[in-house]
Nanobody, 121 residues
Framework: QVQLVESGGGSVQTGGSLRLSCAASGSIFNIIDMGWYRQAPGKQREKVAA???????NYADSVKGRFTISRDYAKNTVYLEMNILKPEDTAVYFC???????????????WGQGTQVTVSS
């Protein structure tokens, strides 16, 4: 069993900042990629940012220069630092992780329960 637990969502005004955290726990052999997605009301879930096992990062164009993803390998935790927030960033943010629970077995994608981020103008 693997769990991803998110924290750090909330409500801020335009231009504000929030930091999201997501900790993976359970039967983990190795974590490959970790990342963040978001889903706004009436819209499809979209990828926000990801960080690979080697530390490479990638971002959605809409958040480049404002959001920073980082990872604590020892704690199996991924963070999303969000700055200069805009109303269009309002969404439920989900973390995900591609996790190996056993050696020589395929990795499985796990998802957190989501955390609400609301940016008011």
């Amino acid at each position: 069993q693997v769990q991803l637990v998110e924290s750090g969502g909330g409500s801020v005004q335009t231009g504000g900042s929030l930091r999201l955290s997501c900790a993976a726990s359970g039967s983990i052999f190795n974590i490959i990629d970790m990342g963040w997605y978001r889903q706004a009301p009436g819209k499809q879930r979209e990828k926000v940012a990801a960080v690979t096992s080697g530390g490479g990062t990638n971002y959605a164009d809409s958040v480049k220069g404002r959001f920073t993803i980082s990872r604590d390998y020892a704690k199996n935790t991924v963070y999303l630092e969000m700055n200069i927030l805009k109303p269009e960033d309002t969404a439920v943010y989900f973390c995900n992780a591609n996790i190996l629970t056993r050696a020589f077995h395929p990795a499985t994608m796990y998802w957190g329960q989501g955390t609400q981020v609301t940016v008011s103008s």
